[in-house]
């Protein structure tokens, strides 16, 4: 497989390969911008374009909506955070108000650099785990923090090169990094959507 290949750029036309997003107009840019109020301004404009991504395809947005603020303990290093009561209806992304303009984008640059990330955008991802628990929220439970629901070291290997290496670390973090990584523009092949169809229980079937 050539490098061009390799991550987030499989053939469209493929059997089974992801399927394409709709692109925000500036109306859904105009409806996101109204939602971020609480953002830190450096980080607006690109927490805009994830939200105006989800509104224009239909994604869930936290009831909570999206802020800067601090991160709760054992999350000090994040980016962003998604949080959500396990066993009610609320949930918000709140941004990590320490992380500076230079920040970010050193943060971006290095992870995009070392394919840790499937895409530069932090929003993106945590929209992922709002999708994700949204549409499947008794697997999400179900789902250890430490490991990959009904996955095996080969597909695990398959997730890092053709997703991103974070998303191979654990099944909440794959089904985000593939959720973010096709709201940005990346399309994946049939055996990363096998893998993640199987892993939420079927819940995005037609719609990633």
């Known amino acids: ?11 469209p036309n493929e059997p089974g390969a992801s399927l394409p997003s709709k692109v925000p107009t500036q109306e859904h840019l105009d409806a996101a911008h109204k939602l971020t109020e609480n953002v830190a301004p450096h980080a607006r404009a690109e927490a805009d374009r994830a939200i105006a991504q989800a509104i224009a395809n239909g994604d869930p947005l936290p009831p909570s909506g999206f802020s800067s603020g601090k991160m ?26 320490s992380h500076g303009a230079r920040r970010m984008a050193n943060d971006k640059a290095e992870m995009m650099g070392t394919k840790w990330w499937a895409q530069g955008n932090p929003m993106a991802h945590e929209l992922g785990h709002e999708a994700h628990w949204r549409a499947d929220p008794d697997g999400w439970r179900g789902m250890g923090r430490t490991e990959h629901q009904r996955t095996t070291p080969g597909e695990r290997e398959h997730i890092a090169r053709h997703v991103s290496g974070y998303a191979a670390t654990d099944g ?5 990094e593939t959720i973010g990584g096709i709201r940005s523009g990346k399309v994946y092949d049939s055996h990363v959507m096998n893998i993640f169809h ?3 229980n079927g819940k995005f079937k037609g719609k990633y």
Do not use: Q
């Open 198 to 200: 199987r892993v939420t």
């Open 72 to 97: 709760p303990k054992g999350h000090s290093k994040a980016s962003a955070v998604h949080m959500h009561n396990p066993y009610g209806s609320d949930s918000r992304i709140t941004l990590n108000e």
């Open 1 to 11: 497989m050539s490098p061009a290949r390799e991550r987030g750029d499989a053939d």
């Open 172 to 176: 909440h973090e794959f089904v985000a």
